[in-house]
């Protein structure tokens, strides 16, 4: 500091100050030492001289000792201040300025403190640390005596320094660590005090002070309120800035109220972004204290000091910060600080069990959100850790519930980390065991959560390595046996991870699935059994095998085998030393349950045959030329374990089935049984069964095994079933023999070795035996064994009968029976078919040919039999019957097998080894290459012959539809089985004809028979030019057009003959399938669709199955791949045509194209653009079908997928959403909930990234807003308002770019959604009886439900800095050129809801903006409809409170204005309403804004609120009351000159307004009226002048009251010169300009002679009072003048009289005037009474006759009359007796006769009134004449009578007793 002083005169100075401090004497002495000096002394510091400094601090030394003895000195806190902010002041003088700084703020009070809180804050900032924390302590203090305002702006300003973001990080982290701060400890306790969680040395001792004793309990929970109370103000809009702040408030457990207010808060806190890096890393830092700075970058960080570590947080903030890591990913991504809190938490000295928890489930949110590269960092570490705990908990003993949950955590854990990186598990097979293990010990919750973990660490065990799947497999088969009775989730575990790890080949694991398909739980069952088809591995997942059945691997016959048997040796052996096995029946140990042993006995044949086909061979071929007799010995062994076992029939039913077909391949095990009488008792157990499956596989077994039979065991053998057969009466012991005994004859008969068993005579014996015997048996079962007999006897060779007649004895027996059986017996009738077939078959006697045609035309009669499987056995037969030798390979007698099922297996060989097998079943051994020369035999000419009758006599479409059916599946039988024959080929296109014909049928069969034959048709042909010709055909027939004739042939179909049926069966798919072959370029495709089209439930069936020999399924996959792109979107709409069969048929076909989960991400792109293309086409099924396959179309599309067709999507939904056809809009409306459903998702940053969900926005947003909303159809509006609220929902702040636009379009369409009849009703409210305005209010009302209210909301949420600009420019556009009044109304609401939000930046918007803002809204204000004016005045008011003073002032000019005395008459109430309106707004909204122009404001209101009108009147009451404005004391000036200016107006309703104001003024300015009363009066005397108008009245009380409150200051401003009217002219000698009391008389006596008789009552009324007041005016003259005739007029009976006839007229006037006329009588006489009172002794004197004519009039008057009258005389007794020289000698009415009369008069009416009033006021006057006349004795001789007079009348009313007791007393 530059001075000229030297430094003797500096500390001279001081000595001077010092002096007069030693004068002080008062505390108020002292304080105004410290206001002049302390800065001085202070700022002398400045100076470097070291004797100043001494005399400075001498002068300082005495200050601070004075001031310690006397308690609260004011120290001068503003200059001290000023001069510590003084930037030229050396930092000796800012320390001093802050000591005595602080000591004032302690001494002062709370309310003094507040008005420095902007000083303290200033430049916190660039304060030095110790010196900041001086300042916050003192903020501190001044915050928990601030009351927050509400007002935002108020608010803002106050706390300023918060929203400066320098000033406000110094003081938020002052807060921050006093909220962390725990109370101080008891003075009484000794115990050593340590730093407390989150704080260190330095930070504890900044709040606390050094002997941490700073605050008490009270003050620090006093403070923490008051922190927590301004944060959560709203000052601070980010609220990541103090989430931490009321995080660590929120577990402070010592001060409750802090608690639960953090607690509530913090649930409030709804922006706090937890994906910000800043706050993770304080919340890391928090947690683990000053460590965590050292762990971010440990060679960058400089060592922190001992004493400003921070110490780690409390357990249970610690846990509480856990939860919110928890919601963070980035919390998840911080290595090393995610690995020490892991650890902390988990092994730290102060964890809790809780806390452990809290931690295993951050380090699950850890597993499974932290990047790859943080996870394989630090994946290790937590590893090991998560074993460790483990360990420890394993080690602890305990089983409490929380050690359990810590458990079940950790587990899950580990399992998540193995999700995510599998390389640390895969090798690590000891713990799969391990936990394994723990599953069978652990109690029931923690062994779930093993078995779940495990679950998750079988992924990365998926086809391991061989030495860890021996390994595994080693574990997993500890837990195959022994765990029976244990508990079910190790057994499930095993079993799952058995399958799941290893492939289907894998025999261990097969053996596992084996086993567990035995398992005791059906859960169990069911998944191995899984494990038994063929599977695959998807992630995780185990699924059905999608690998085509001929490719896909099976486990190797040969191992599996030696692996099942081995195993079963170890397991009877492990149970051999422990007694019985569970599995031990008699007298054999099986090893397995039975179910198990079924499943593998299953497993092995599949296997079996599978081993066969991978070797290239058939299975027969295998077994016997590639399979080593060992194999086949322990197969055989291991199937008569069943067999020898009595486990159940299931076992003996499959084991038995297994042998059977181990003989029909290997015919050395057939000799085995044949010489092994141990293998024969074996099965002879079979024929001793009750039921009747196993007799059929024994007679099969020993029909193939006594071919090995020697002579006499033979003979033996036959000549036993032949006596049952003949003798025995048990059906159930001849069923066996009679059905072994056939078998035997047919494999003799097969192998032509009959002459075995002497043919002709056993043969012979033994089918007239059973036909005589059992045909026609009662039991069903042995009937249809006799029926099967006969047929195996005679399937190889002619039944052995002489003549043509025994044989058409048995066949027309047979076709008996199958016409009877055909609808009951459904088994006998398909066995006596199969017999007759068989028998048809064997017969190749000369005489054969009668008796087949006999069978073939019974078979064609059964064509109306309703059992579709039956018709297929038919077929079948007829195949058999008519193809001779062509069928020998159709027939297996000797197999455990069906017909269906063995073909099925042949044709699986033949497409797996191709033709050359020598098993080959496939025609194309018997086609045309071998058979060209056989065309016309008698087989071809069968077949032709039966092909014909088929197509000419039941395809016709006369036949009934079940004719059709089996005509249809005859002809696919007899097709596939012939058609490839060179003889039939010529036939093919009438075929396809016929079946064309049949898919118009309604019957959903026959179409998939016309199908699969139109197919058949197709695959039948061998010619490439014949095929082009039948696709031509085809395509042709279904499309209605002439079919080209074939060489050779005739057209079976005429034109039309398809269209023109029926359309509703699959002729439409077909047509369709034709399309779709055709667009792609392959017309021959439609064959394959066609195929792949069939989905009846028949082809499941075992007679179906067979003709899947002919499906071309898997063959179209490969010929179809390069087309599926095209095919496949075409497939897939037609999925979902409205058709159901149609969509059945195409789901068929879809399904066998392509899996379903490989449809999507395939093709998901040419799909969508099929169905986008097909919701635009004019056929209306397609547009349906397309709309329907949109939902399952996007339902799981990615944003990427979705996003180039969005739109599209939406402008087509649209387009459909208002189709024509009702289905297509249905349809429509289901696409569009899930569009919407889809749409909403993609736009929700919580499921898409937030830059594809701004793609998404950008995209969907403005098309809804321009082409969905202001849409024509009303369904598509109300779908865009769905999806718009549920868009603005979930998308979040990503709205902010489009709210502009959003808020117009929105607003816009409120008044487009309303309902047209309100349009109507407006033009109609008249006729309704409703008003416009109530019209319209209900209007308004019902739009508050509209949904666009809520959109609208959330915009406003989202309105910020960037969009506010364009925000109010919208508004401005659509307040000017909005229409319908709900769209105004809406906008007025958004404007005033926008200026009311928290969140809108609206607080420092430009004075230009608000401006143009309320120049454009003004025009609204005053609109012609009351509803809309109303809510923009509203919204006016909340712009209003939000602008500056200025705007307020502009809009109070410019509504003045609109109520100016030169606006127009018509239109000013309006305009008043509207004013008024504002006003109440603005005193609502923004009271303090409109309270800086009272001046105006509240003389207009005053002004108003008198208004003649009612309504407006009570509007302006209503401001002024709600208001409570009361006092006009302040504006009663303005109130007068604004009452002036109106009372001078040429209007006589703006005069009326103002008489009537300057009446209330004068009542409500009583107290203080003489200030204005010479303005007042002159006002009134003005307004009094001229013609009588409405309000006038009011003056006249105004002047009245005027002469009556300030009679005495008129009177002396007239000089006392009141008495007469000549001093009139003398008024304004005193310069007041006060009229004078005989003016004001005069002025108001003049009133009284207007003719308007309300009014002149009124006058009179007011003049009576008057003269009350001015005694001392003589005007009786005047009012005789006047009044007398109107009271007194002694004609008025005789006008009566003459005008009584004249009734009409009395009716209409006089008696309308009579009442008012009363009324004025009644005010004339106490005028009377007054005036005469207040005249002169001569006029007094001069009219004493006034008496007389008072009592004339007293008695024969109304009561209120009498009143008045009553009223005058006592006025006129009291004035003349009270005269100065009144003698009863005089003339002064006390002559007898006078007095007489007075009395009697009174007497008279006291008796006869009987109004008490009347008798009040004639006791009143006889008191007056007691008191005034008593002195004269005419008077005083006339009391006795008075005493009577009001005895009596007291004794007729009670009620004036008192008043009558009080004139006895003066009479006595």
């Known amino acids: 500091m530059t001075t000229t002083f030297q430094p003797n005169e500096i500390i001279k100075e001081l000595n001077n100050i010092l002096f007069r401090f030693a004068l002080i004497d008062t505390e108020t002495s002292f304080e105004k030492f410290l206001e002049s000096y302390l800065d001085v002394i202070i700022e002398k510091l400045n100076y470097n001289d070291e004797l100043v400094k001494k005399k400075v601090m001498e002068v ?433 575990t095993c079993l799952q991870w058995a399958q799941h790890c290893f492939p289907f080949q894998d025999i261990r694991s097969r053996y596992i699935s084996l086993i567990f398909s035995g398992d005791s739980r059906p859960d169990i069952r069911e998944e191995a059994k899984r494990g038994l088809e063929p599977y695959q591995h998807q992630g995780n997942m185990m699924i059905p095998s999608t690998i085509e059945e001929s490719k896909q691997i099976y486990p190797d016959f040969k191992s599996l085998l030696n692996y099942i048997i081995d195993r079963r040796e170890d397991l009877i052996k492990s149970n051999s030393s422990g007694g019985k096995s569970k599995y031990f029946q ?99 157990k079979l024929i001793q069964s009750s039921k009747p499956l196993f007799k059929d596989l024994y007679s099969k077994m020993i029909g193939l095994i006594s071919f090995y039979f020697n002579k006499e065991k033979l003979h033996e053998l036959i000549n036993q079933f032949m006596k049952k057969v003949e003798f025995d009466n048990d059906v159930i012991e001849v069923y066996g023999s009679m059905l072994s005994l056939a078998s035997m004859i047919s494999n003799f008969n097969r192998k032509q070795q009959s002459e075995k068993i002497n043919q002709e005579s056993v043969v012979k014996k033994f089918i007239n035996l059973i036909f005589e015997r059992f045909i026609d048996h009662n039991n069903q079962a042995i009937k249809l064994c006799t029926v099967q007999s006969i047929g195996l006897v005679g399937v190889y060779k002619s039944l052995p009968f002489s003549t043509l007649d025994e044989k058409l004895k048995i066949i027309s027996k047979l076709i008996q029976l199958v016409k009877s059986t055909a609808s009951s017996e459904r088994n006998l009738a398909e066995g006596s078919i199969q017999a007759l077939g068989w028998i048809c078959f064997g017969d190749n006697d000369n005489d054969s040919k009668e008796f087949k045609e006999k069978v073939v035309d019974s078979l064609f009669e059964l064509v109306n039999n309703k059992n579709e499987e039956m018709q297929f056995t038919i077929g079948e037969t007829l195949s058999l019957i008519i193809g001779g030798h062509k069928m020998k390979q159709s027939i297996f007698p000797f197999s455990p097998f069906t017909t269906e099922e063995i073909l099925s297996e042949k044709r699986k060989e033949i ?63 007899l097709l596939k089985n012939f058609g490839k024959l060179s003889f039939v080929q010529p036939q093919l296109p009438l075929i396809q004809n016929g079946f064309i014909s049949l898919l118009s049928d309604n019957n959903e069969l026959t179409q998939d028979v016309a199908s699969k034959g139109i197919t058949l048709v197709y695959d039948s042909s061998i010619d490439p030019k014949f095929k082009e010709f039948l696709v031509s055909n085809l395509g042709k027939t279904l499309s209605g057009k002439p079919t080209q004739k074939a060489p050779g042939s005739t057209e079976l179909l005429p034109e039309g003959t398809i269209n023109g049926g029926n359309k509703t069966g699959s002729v439409l798919t077909y047509k369709e399938l034709t399309s779709v072959a055709n667009d792609l370029g392959k017309p021959d495709m439609v064959y394959k669709l066609m195929n792949l089209s069939t989905h009846h439930q028949i082809w499941n069936s075992k007679k179906g199955a067979s003709f899947a020999i002919v499906s071309l399924a898997s063959k179209a996959k490969d010929e179809l791949a390069p087309l599926l792109p095209s095919l496949i979107p075409k497939i897939y709409r037609f999925v979902y045509d409205p058709n159901p069969k149609m969509a059945a048929s195409m789901k068929s076909i879809l399904n066998a194209l392509i899996d379903q989960k490989d449809l999507f991400p395939q093709y998901f792109q040419p799909i969508l653009k099929e169905v986008l293309q097909g919701m635009g086409t004019n056929a209306w099924r397609v547009r349906e079908a397309s709309c329907s396959a949109i939902p399952d179309t996007i339902q799981n599309a990615t944003p990427d997928q979705i996003l180039p067709y969005l739109e599209e999507i939406f402008y087509m939904s649209f387009r459909t959403l208002d189709d024509i056809k009702e289905s297509v809009r249905k349809a429509a409306e289901v696409s569009m909930k899930s569009i919407g459903n889809v749409s909403a998702r993609l736009c929700d940053p919580a499921y898409t990234s937030p830059s594809k969900a701004k793609e998404v926005l950008k995209l969907i947003l403005p098309f809804i807003l321009n082409k969905g909303i202001s849409n024509d159809s009303n369904e598509v509006k109300q779908f865009s308002i769905k999806q718009l609220v549920r868009i603005s929902k979930s998308s979040k702040q990503l709205l902010t770019p489009y709210i502009p636009d959003m808020i117009t379009v929105l607003l816009e369409s409120l008044s487009s959604l309303e309902p047209a009849s309100f349009n109507y009703a407006s033009f109609h409210a008249e006729s309704m009886n409703v008003s416009q305005e109530q019209l319209e209010s209900m209007r308004v ?34 307040v000017q050129f909005s229409v319908g009044i709900i769209t105004r109304v809406g906008v007025s609401k958004f404007i005033g809801a926008l200026f009311q939000s928290k969140t809108a930046p609206i607080n420092d918007l430009p004075e230009q903006t608000l401006t143009k803002l309320i120049n454009t809204m003004f025009p609204s204000v005053i609109d012609k409809s009351p509803t809309i004016r109303k809510h923009f005045i509203v919204a006016l008011s909340h712009i209003l409170s939000k602008s500056p003073t200025k705007l307020m002032g502009q809009l109070l000019d410019r509504i003045s204005s609109l109520v100016s005395p030169d606006s127009d008459p018509l239109q000013l109430e309006d305009n008043l309403i509207i004013v008024g309106t504002i006003y109440k ?117 105004s002047l009245s009251t005027l002469s009556t409150i300030c009679s ?245 009313d009670n009620s004036i007793g008192v008043q009558v007791d009080k004139l006895l007393k003066l009479l006595n």
Not at 613 to 640: A, H, R
Not at 1640 to 1664: G, H, P, Q, W
Request: aromatic share 8%; net charge negative.
């Open 1481 to 1597: 707004e603005l005193f609502k909204n923004c009271p303090s804004k409109i309270s800086n122009f009272n001046v105006d404001v509240i003389p207009f209101l005053y002004f108003y609120k008198s208004h003649p009108k009612k309504e407006i009147s009570e509007l302006y009451k209503s401001i002024w009351d709600d208001n409570s404005i009361g006092s006009i004391k302040l504006y009663s000036d303005e109130i007068i000159k604004l009452i002036t200016t109106n009372m001078n107006s040429g209007t006589w309703s703006t005069k009326e307004q103002a008489a009537l104001c300057l009446s209330s003024l004068t009542d409500d300015i009583r107290n203080m009226i003489d200030t204005h009363l010479p303005m007042i009066l002159n006002l009134i005397v003005q307004g009094l002048k001229g013609r009588t108008y409405p309000g006038k009245d009011s003056l006249l009380g």
């Open 1341 to 1374: 009302e019902i739009s508050k439900t509209s949904p666009l209210n809520d959109i609208l909301e959330v915009c406003q949420r989202y309105i910020d800095d960037s969009n506010i600009t364009q925000v109010l420019a919208n508004l401005n556009q659509l």
């Open 911 to 973: 497409e797996f080894l191709g033709s050359q097998s020598n098993m080959l079943i496939d025609n194309n051994n018997n086609n045309s290459n071998n058979n060209d020369g056989d065309d016309d035999d008698d087989e071809s000419k069968n077949i032709i012959k039966t092909f014909n009758r088929i197509l000419t006599n039941y395809f016709s479409d006369r036949q009934s539809p079940i004719t059709r059916c089996s005509a249809g599946i005859w002809m696919v039988c």
């Open 586 to 684: 008699g007298g054999l140990q099986i090893g397995f349950s039975a179910m198990s042993y079924e499943n593998m006995l299953e497993l092995l044949r599949k296997c079996l045959r599978k081993s066969a086909l991978s070797n290239g061979q058939t299975t027969s071929q295998y077994v016997m030329d590639s399979l080593d007799g060992d194999s086949i010995e322990k197969y055989l062994s291991f199937i008569e374990i069943g067999l020898q076992s009595k486990i159940g029939d299931e076992v003996a039913l499959v084991s038995s089935t297994s042998l059977l077909d181990l003989m029909n391949l290997d015919e050395q095990v057939i000799e085995q049984f044949a010489q092994s009488p141990t293998k024969l008792s074996l099965i002879e």
């Open 60 to 492: 300082l030394s005495n200050i601070n000792k004075r001031s310690m003895v006397t308690s609260n000195i004011q120290f001068p806190i503003d200059k001290l201040l000023s001069l510590y902010h003084n930037e030229e002041k050396s930092m000796m003088v800012k320390n001093f300025a802050i000591i005595y700084i602080e000591k004032g703020f302690k001494t002062l009070s709370s309310t003094s403190k507040v008005p420095f809180l902007s000083q303290i804050t200033k430049d916190i900032n660039k304060l030095q640390s110790l010196h900041q924390d001086i300042f916050c302590h003192i903020i501190l203090s001044i915050l928990i005596s601030v009351q927050i305002p509400k007002n935002e702006k108020e608010k803002n300003e106050l706390f300023e320094f918060l929203r400066n973001e320098k000033e406000s990080k110094v003081i938020l982290s002052f807060f921050f660590d006093f909220l962390i701060t725990p109370p101080p400890p008891d003075v009484q306790s000794k115990a050593i005090i340590g730093i407390p969680p989150c704080h260190s040395s330095v930070s504890l001792q900044r709040i606390m002070g050094k002997q941490l004793n700073k605050y008490d309990f009270n003050q620090l929970n006093e403070r923490k309120l008051a922190i927590l109370n301004v944060l959560s103000c709203g000052v601070i809009q980010q609220e990541n800035d103090i989430f931490l702040h009321f995080l660590v408030a929120s577990v402070d457990s010592n001060f409750q109220e802090v608690q639960k207010k953090a607690e509530d808060f913090i649930k409030r806190l709804s922006k706090v972004k937890f994906e910000n890096s800043e706050l993770i890393e304080q919340m890391y830092s928090i947690f683990l204290g000053s460590q965590a700075i050292a762990l971010k970058k440990p060679q960058q960080q400089p060592e922190i000091p001992l004493d400003q570590r921070r110490q780690e947080a409390s357990a249970i903030l610690k846990e509480r910060i856990l939860q919110y890591f928890c919601k963070s990913i980035v919390a998840a991504n911080q290595f090393s600080l995610t690995l020490h809190v892991i650890f902390d938490s988990i092994y730290g000295s102060s964890t809790t069990m809780k806390l452990k928890q809290s931690a295993m489930i951050f380090v699950q949110w850890v597993f499974r959100h932290s990047s790859d590269q943080q996870l394989s960092t630090m994946g290790p570490v937590i590893f090991s850790g998560l074993l460790k705990l483990i360990d420890e908990l394993e080690n602890s003993g305990s089983t409490s519930k929380e050690v359990n949950e810590l458990k079940s955590f950790t587990y899950m854990s580990l399992g998540l980390l193995c999700k995510r990186n599998k390389d640390l598990f895969k090798n690590d097979i000891q713990l799969i065991g391990k936990l394994m293990k723990k599953v069978t010990t652990e109690e029931s919750m923690v062994a779930i959560s093993i078995q779940d973990s495990l679950v998750m660490m079988r992924e990365a065990f998926i086809e391991p390595s061989k030495e860890i799947g021996d390994q595994l497999i080693a574990i997993l088969n500890s837990f195959v046996h022994g765990y029976e009775n244990s508990e079910y989730q190790i057994r499930t």
């Open 1608 to 1852: 005495k200051t008129i009177i002396d401003s007239s000089g006392g010169n009141n008495n007469n009217n000549n001093n009139n002219n003398n008024n304004n000698s005193n310069g007041n300009n006060i009229p004078t009391p005989s003016e004001i008389v005069n002025i108001m006596f003049n009133e009284c002679k207007k003719n308007d008789l309300e009014y002149k009552r009124k006058a009179i009324t007011n003049l009576s009072i008057i003269l009350k007041s001015f005694n001392t005016i003589d005007i009786y003259d005047k009012v005789i003048e006047e009044f007398y005739p109107f009271v007194f007029n002694q004609q008025q009976s005789t006008e009566e009289s003459m005008n009584v006839d004249s009734k009409d007229e009395i009716d209409k006037d006089e008696l309308k005037l009579r009442p008012m006329k009363a009324l004025i009588r009644t005010q004339i006489y106490n005028v009377i009474g007054d005036s005469f009172k207040a005249s002169t002794k001569e006029t007094k004197l001069k009219n004493l006759s006034i008496a007389d004519s008072l009592l004339n009039n007293l008695v024969s008057s109304l009561w209120s009359e009498q009143q008045s009258i009553l009223y005058a005389l006592s006025c006129f007794i009291k004035a003349i007796w009270s005269l100065d020289d009144c003698s009863e000698s005089g003339n002064f009415f006390l002559d007898e006769t006078n007095i007489i009369k007075l009395f009697s008069t009174i007497a008279e009416t006291l008796n006869y009134t009987k109004y008490q009033a009347v008798k009040k006021s004639c006791l009143d006057l006889l008191e007056d004449i007691v008191v005034t006349g008593g002195k004269f004795k005419i008077i005083n001789s006339n009391f006795d009578k008075i005493k009577f007079l009001i005895t009596e009348a007291s004794k007729k």
